[in-house]
């Protein structure tokens, strides 16, 4: 059975940094694009970071240079390195796997239940 579980949130003040995990089961992550989205309370889901097949990366401009995703092959994961967290970032945060090409990303039906972030002081 496909399966993706995200970890690492929490309650963080603003300046500080988490890391959030995904693990996948029944899946290979170096079988497909990653990304992370997020989606903030009465908002809609929005792309935050892809990682390709490849190893390029791409960001919103909202995290640029905060924000790094990563894989490791060998442990089947994703994360998603969160840097100089603000108030705005607060959200639940989501891994999926897809398509990557020409600059967009192609989110599968696959989804991990999220994991909340908030950013206060």
């Known amino acids: 059975q496909e399966q993706l579980v995200e970890s690492g949130g929490g309650l963080v003040q603003p300046g500080g940094s988490l890391r959030l995990s995904c693990a996948a089961s029944?899946?290979?992550?170096?079988?497909?694009?990653s990304a992370w989205y997020r989606q903030a309370p009465g908002k809609q889901r929005e792309l935050v970071a892809t990682?390709?097949?490849?190893?390029?990366?791409n960001y919103s401009d909202s995290v640029k240079g905060r924000f790094t995703i990563s894989r490791d092959n060998a442990k089947n994961m994703i994360y998603l390195q969160m840097n100089s967290l603000k108030p705005e970032d607060t959200a639940v945060y989501y891994c999926t796997v897809g398509l990557s090409y020409g600059g967009t990303f192609d989110p599968s039906n696959l989804w991990g239940q999220g994991t909340q972030v908030t950013v206060s002081s």
């Open positions: 990682l390709t097949r490849g190893g390029s990366t």
């Open positions: 029944g899946i290979s992550f170096s079988l497909y694009a």
